[in-house]
């Protein structure tokens, strides 16, 4: 018996602890750390576009350190630096509110999520932009 609870307390760990990105440098506290390229943006709800690196012929690269850091490589050359935070809830009012949210400089909370490996970052419940990014592999 004692073994049956042990063998399924090791599989609830292992499952628990997997995340849904296959970014080799996140970590369970921060499954956002590594190099992610850009693939779409969608903006915004009033007038809808969708912009991906064929349409504008661009493209960008998201850094997000584990210390962070947050640089976004512009089609120019150029890097965006910024440094952001991570938090639970965007209803400040509600405890039980879990949604993961980044906060990028003193830009307005962005929620974040995973479709598979495809990192989700969304202002879209203020009517803004939502960027999607996958791991970049070189």
């Known amino acids: 018996m004692i073994l049956k609870n042990a063998s399924f307390i ?5 499952l ?13 506290d921060n499954p956002l750390v590594g190099e992610w390229k850009w693939v ?15 349409t504008c012929n661009c ?15 512009m089609p120019n050359g150029e890097y965006q630096n910024y440094t952001y935070t991570l938090r639970k809830g965007l209803d400040v009012m509600n405890d039980k509110d879990q949604t993961p949210l980044i906060v990028i400089g003193s830009e307005a909370p962005a929620i974040y999520t995973f479709n598979q490996d495809t990192l989700i ?16 592999k070189k």
């Open 10 to 14: 090791g599989l609830f760990v292992l």
């Open 16 to 28: 628990a602890a997997a995340e849904p990105t296959c970014n080799p440098k996140a970590t369970a």
């Open 40 to 54: 779409k943006r969608s903006c915004c709800f009033k007038q809808p576009k969708i912009t991906t690196p064929e």
């Open 59 to 73: 493209t960008k690269t998201l850094f997000i350190g584990a210390d962070s850091t947050y640089s976004l490589l």
């Open 121 to 136: 970052i969304s202002r879209g419940y203020i009517d803004l932009e939502t960027d999607y990014y996958i791991p970049n």
